[in-house]
């Protein structure tokens, strides 16, 4: 195996027997840390302490890392405009956080028979939203609930609105689970 001290230096390809020898003469473990070169590569170090900084800079980069939430609104087709508009400014916010938004419109009853009433809605909803968010999933019809995801515009794209703000969404997909 290939061995290197403990400032980096090569030493030479050692037997494994003589490159463990070394190692606790100088009081110090014998670590694998390319096994997949030919020859393996091993390095004299402190173990623990070799550890110790791979797990402080998994946490750091644990830190930086932002996760992405799916937050969800709801409301019914006869929802009015003022509610509407604080629901859109709700969403407005998560997007400005860089969450996903899941906006659904549930029907009740003979609700269902108008689902062009539910398009309508979250037809105002794509545009009052037209320059944070961007269409992620079209108007999908699952059960009873008529819904849209959002995704937020990154910021260097400079908010351009999406494709399809005018009154033109796409129909609506069904979902429905076999053997209806």
Same mark, same amino acid.
């Not at 110790?52 to 946490?59: I, P």
């Given at each position: 195996m290939r061995v290197l001290d403990e400032d980096?230096?090569?030493?030479?390809?050692l037997p494994t027997h003589e490159a463990l020898r070394q190692a606790q003469e100088r009081g110090l473990d014998l670590v694998e840390v390319a096994p997949t070169s030919i020859p393996p590569v091993c390095k004299y170090l402190?173990?623990?302490?070799?550890?110790?900084?791979?797990?402080?800079?998994?946490?750091d980069s644990k830190k930086r890392q932002k996760t992405v939430d799916l937050k969800e609104l709801r409301c019914t087709p006869k929802i009015g405009e003022a509610d509407l508009q604080? !629901?859109? +400014?709700?969403?407005?916010k998560f997007l400005t956080a860089g969450d996903r938004v899941k906006f659904s419109v !549930?029907? +009740?009853?003979r609700e269902a028979t108008h689902p062009e009433i539910g398009r309508a809605i979250l037809t105002r909803v794509i545009e009052g939203l037209a320059e944070v968010a961007q269409l992620e999933r079209p108007p999908l019809l699952e059960g009873r609930f008529l819904s849209i995801q959002l995704l937020a515009l990154p910021k260097s794209k400079g908010r351009e609105p999406f494709a399809g703000t005018s009154a033109t969404l796409p129909e609506p997909t069904t979902?429905?689970?076999?053997?209806e």
């Open positions: 980096g230096n090569q030493l030479g390809v402190n173990y623990g302490q070799y550890r110790y900084e791979l797990q402080k800079k998994e946490k604080t !629901k859109i +400014r709700q969403a407005h !549930k029907f +009740r009853g979902s429905s689970p076999e053997g």
